[in-house]
């Protein structure tokens, strides 16, 4: 049971409740050594005992009824016990908002509140206490210093991107960790890789230990990087399986962060450890057992189905910008010939 699971009590003293004088049965008495309390008085009406807790020596108010059928809970033990667990993840606790919630300083002195098993995982060392303020002061300082401003939370809801405004008035979403690194650019304004057309590429290697694997990725120019990028030897039996056309690098990168999530969520043993290829192949992580070859090729169409789709798409609509625009061509040529006429008569 949580520590804040416990019957209501109201902490004070004689002073703080009239006194209600009437006889304290014996059991009552006992009762309360058993459960690691005296009874000081009867106070308020009938129902009511003042306690003093053994274990802190502070004293409370609990009702009969409680402490005849089950436990009362000190309340001064429970700040205690509130306060410690706070000191020992590196907070101030300030007050308690509910029974699980707490109100906490951070050390940089910020307030914000946290949930009780929050804290406590804090104090195992499983996770930590993120300042939303400094972190907010932090990112916007980052982005200023690459020509960006910081706009709003990631409107897809990812806590790991925000979205930003560069100097050239475009707004895009950017992962915190590439706006640390700087490795994005401007989709609007830069006429790097992200704009170029590229490929996403689906290659086999065969290890010496006899081992097939197979990389899927994304470049500009797969057989380039297959022989002198990614092989250390180029007598190396490797070969590129498949290509798919990509519009933009940005796109590309796109579809090769989902198929590696969805491989790795639905076919976790078949990454490739990395001492099983190190020294042969140039990459750190991201390659697979040969074995879900198939599984791959058939996200692969899926892939190729959805650049085509938005390939035709986007034929589509240009035809139909170009429609629109030699329509109103015609119209003005038809509005000058007209108001020549009528002016000529």
């Not at 490929?199 to 990087?225: C, D, E």
Request: charged share 30%; aromatic share 6%.
């Amino acid at each position: 049971m949580s520590f804040d699971d416990f019957d209501a009590t109201d902490p004070g003293g004689e002073d703080d409740h009239p006194i209600y004088d009437r006889d304290i049965p014996d059991h009552w008495h006992d009762r309360a050594d058993e459960t690691g309390y005296e009874i000081v008085a009867r106070v308020i009406d009938k129902n009511h005992l003042l306690l003093r807790c053994c274990a802190c020596g502070g004293r409370m108010v609990s009702k009969v009824f409680v402490l005849r059928t089950g436990t009362p809970r000190c309340p001064h033990c429970l700040e205690d016990r509130r306060k410690r667990l706070c000191f020992d993840a590196g907070v101030t606790f300030i007050e308690a908002n509910g029974s699980h919630d707490f109100r906490i300083r951070l050390r940089c002195g910020h307030e914000t509140s946290r949930q009780q098993e929050f804290l406590e995982r804090v104090r195992s060392g499983q996770t930590e206490i993120r300042c939303d303020e400094c972190l907010e002061a932090r990112l916007e300082s980052e982005a200023r210093g690459r020509g960006w401003t910081l706009l709003d939370p990631d409107p897809k809801g990812d806590r790991n991107y925000r979205l930003y405004r560069h100097e050239c008035g475009h707004t895009q979403r950017v992962a915190i960790v590439n706006m640390q690194t700087g490795r994005f650019t401007c989709h609007a304004c830069s006429d790097t890789w992200t704009n170029d057309p590229s490929f996403i590429y689906l290659m086999r290697f065969i290890l010496r230990s006899g081992r097939i694997a197979i990389k899927a990725g994304f470049s500009r120019n797969p057989a380039s990087r297959l022989r002198y990028q990614l092989v250390t030897d180029l007598e190396q039996n490797a070969e590129l399986l498949r290509v798919i056309p990509v519009p933009t690098g940005h796109q590309a990168i796109c579809y090769e962060k989902r198929l590696h999530v969805t491989l790795r969520r639905h076919f976790p043993d078949a990454v490739l450890d990395r001492a099983e290829f190190e020294g042969e192949v140039r990459v750190l992580s991201e390659l697979y057992c040969a074995s879900i070859e198939p599984e791959i090729m058939a996200l692969l169409d899926d892939i190729e189905l959805r650049v085509r789709s938005l390939a035709k798409r986007g034929a589509k609509l240009a035809r139909r910008s170009a429609r629109q625009d030699a329509r109103r061509a015609r119209n003005r040529q038809r509005r000058k010939r007209s108001g020549g006429s009528a002016k000529a008569g």
